[in-house]
């Protein structure tokens, strides 16, 4: 069956610019992971949703960074007036009971 | 706050040999931990997940051992292939459903 997939695979822009990356999770997984993989700072926990819980959003490492679930399935972060910082590979992740499933990833180059 | 630790960082050996590939984690109180590989430019591969209450999991080449108790988990890979280099990643689950926290992750080269 069809994994996760997130699109789209690679974004280069420039910085201040805002950009959405998307993820497709796999069909009738209830969670969905936000992860950012940087170069010094390995794997990251951005935010979660589960269900129609409230995200857990505790892993946002600033206001520009917003993330949205549309019917339970796909996901779009959002990141408002890009810094060269959020340069990174940005990874989606879904489950339905504990094991994560995890898509390619979309790389992010702020120039 | 949950700490990750992977050892080696990196690791190269030839092909056919057997290898183990450290993690150790801070706070025992998990749910399970998962190895992950991780090709260059690629997304993550689940290898093998633990649950909390289970000392150890197999597929095919790997085994996976977990001691929640000292907070130690080992990957063991069998007559080892060039197409096993790769970056292999633990991480650990915290409550069921909850965020993954990672290690650092073992670089491995296998050599023909």
């Known amino acids: 069956g069809a994994g996760v997939s997130q699109s789209p695979s690679n974004k280069v822009t420039e910085k201040g610019k805002d950009v959405e990356l998307r993820c497709d999770p796999i069909?009738?997984?209830?969670?969905l992971y936000w992860y950012r993989q940087s170069l010094g700072q390995g794997l990251e926990f951005l935010i979660y949703?589960?269900?129609?819980?409230?995200?857990?959003k505790s892993g946002l490492p600033s206001d520009r960074f917003s993330a949205e679930r549309t019917g339970g399935s796909v996901s779009t972060l959002t990141i408002q007036r890009t810094q060269q910082e959020d340069s990174a590979v940005y990874l989606c992740?879904?489950?339905?009971?504990?094991?994560?499933?995890f898509g390619p990833g979309t790389r992010l180059t702020v120039t | 706050k949950q700490e990750v630790t992977q050892i080696p960082a990196a690791l190269s050996v030839p092909e056919g040999e057997n290898l183990v590939l450290n993690c150790s984690f801070t706070?025992?109180?998990?749910?399970?931990l998962q190895w992950f590989r991780q090709d260059p430019g690629k997304g993550l591969t689940s290898l093998l997940l633990?649950?909390?209450?289970?000392r150890e999991q197999t597929s095919g080449r790997l085994n996976a051992s977990l001691d929640k108790s000292s907070g130690r988990s080992t990957l063991y890979i069998a007559a080892s292939q060039p197409g096993d280099s790769a970056t292999y990643l633990c991480?650990?689950?915290?409550?069921?459903?909850?965020?993954?926290?990672f290690g650092e992750g073992t670089q491995l080269t296998v050599n023909p």
């Open positions: 992740a879904s489950s339905l009971f504990s094991e994560q499933y």
């Open positions: 069909s009738g997984h209830t969670a």
């Open positions: 949703f589960q269900g129609n819980s409230a995200p857990d």
């Open positions: 706070d025992s109180a998990i749910y399970n």
């Open positions: 633990i649950q909390s209450s289970q």
């Open positions: 991480a650990v689950e915290e409550t069921s459903g909850s965020r993954l926290t």
